[in-house]
């Protein structure tokens, strides 16, 4: 019985420590900061947000949201919610280079609360500050490179 | 024959190196040079003796002060607009800070980051690494970061540009709000650069290279502008004994 104990405290904390230790932005592609980010994920110990590429200026939907946990090699989310840009002016842009320099520019930004939340899952592998969400590469980011 | 024997009339023309073979090597008997390591080195005649080494690799290349040639015949102070200048034009021809595109046509980034904080560096290796005036991050970090750096203050865009026009450091900051933040940052340009544009612009290959304001970031976007602090700058007083 005492070892059933042990062995479930030893298992539980493996998960806590790996979920706390995705705390952090990753970026697709490249741990380098290029004037913008790529598209990358900001996990806490429970939530996340992935954020969309910066240099695609089309897409109005530009961040979702929600929590998240991890079970052997799965990551589940829950997205309970996305920010939307409303409005703004289509442009061709002098920063945006994607989606051939066509831009949305200005307008709000409105979270949208999704009722009932999108439940999904990705397999997740982690090799130091390297993270292959559904065999996509993604690179931790160093924050003191940030400031 | 040094080739450029009438900007130093001082030195004989048949002096190699300066009559200092130990710290240079002279290929053809221009301004730029390689250091007996191999380090390419330039020194412009603008009346003060400071020689840059080019350091640094990648989006990172820049110039960084070495040491007084006082065989130049000028001033043992650094002339900033000279350093700002020569560090635009590395950056402008630097290929590591051009946009490139994957085998599906999409940006793999750009880098007016690097290239503002190339120009930095340049100028605080200038002013002896004394204060810190390099800044890092993304555009829209960069932008907060100058913004809480005490060795930079705002102005506005006329003081920004009569600034550079006297061969300071001027720059201009886009805060882009989005989520997704994708800003923009770049210098103004000085001495010989002004004439080509007014903004040093590394971003999108369309906008790459001396531009106008309004083509590094349009007309309707909030702009910041910054100088580094005018009483940071060595006073520089020309001495050269010609």
């Known amino acids: 019985m005492k070892s059933i104990v042990l062995i479930s405290i030893f298992v539980l904390l493996s998960t806590l420590s790996y979920a706390q230790k995705l705390s952090g932005r990753w970026q697709i592609q490249t741990s380098v900061i290029s004037d913008a980010y790529l598209g990358n994920y900001l996990f806490t110990d429970s939530t996340f947000e992935y954020i969309i590429d910066g240099y695609d200026g089309l897409n109005p939907i530009q961040v979702l949201g929600g929590t998240y946990f991890i079970k052997s090699d799965t990551l589940f989310f829950t997205v309970k919610y996305i920010k939307k840009q409303v409005g703004g002016k289509l442009e061709r842009s002098e920063i945006y280079s994607d989606n051939d320099s066509w831009a949305l520019e200005g307008g709000k930004i409105e979270t949208e609360i999704l009722s009932p939340p999108i439940h999904a899952a990705a397999t997740i592998k982690r090799q130091n500050n390297v993270l292959w969400i559904d065999e996509r590469k993604f690179f931790k980011l160093n924050t003191e490179d940030e400031k | ?242």
């Not at chain 2, 048949?14 to 191999?38: K, M, V, W």
């Not at chain 2, 110039?63 to 950056?91: H, V």
């Not at chain 2, 599906?104 to 904080?117: E, P, R």
């Not at chain 2, 340009?189 to 040093?200: C, L, P, Q, R, Y």
């Open chain 2, 1 to 242: 024959m040094d080739p450029k024997a009438e900007e130093k009339p001082w030195i004989s023309p048949y002096a190699y190196c300066s009559d200092n073979p130990l710290n240079r090597i002279d290929p053809d008997g221009q301004s730029d040079f390689e250091n007996q390591n191999g380090e390419f080195m330039k020194h412009i005649e603008d009346g003060s003796n400071a020689v840059y080494q080019q350091t640094g690799s990648g989006t990172s290349l820049h110039y960084a002060f070495e040491y007084y040639d006082s065989s130049s015949g000028g001033s043992n102070a650094p002339d900033i607009k000279t350093a700002i200048q020569e560090q635009q034009i590395l950056n402008n021809g630097n290929d590591a800070l051009q946009e490139k595109f994957d085998a599906n046509g999409k940006s793999t980034g750009t880098y007016c980051n690097f290239a503002t904080q190339d120009v930095m560096a340049t100028v605080e290796s200038a002013l002896n690494n004394s204060p810190s005036i390099v800044v890092g991050g993304s555009a829209n970090q960069m932008s907060d970061n100058i913004a809480e750096n005490p060795n930079y203050t705002p102005v506005s865009e006329a003081e920004a540009a009569k600034n550079a026009q006297n061969g300071g450091l001027s720059i201009v900051t886009y805060e882009n709000p989005a989520p997704k933040g994708h800003g923009h940052v770049a210098t103004f340009s000085v001495g010989d650069n002004t004439e080509k544009g007014e903004i040093a612009n590394i971003g999108p290959k369309k906008f790459t290279g001396f531009k106008s304001l309004n083509q590094s970031i349009s007309s309707d976007k909030p702009k910041k502008y910054y100088v580094l602090l005018p009483n940071l700058l060595p006073t520089v007083t020309v001495t050269a004994s010609k």
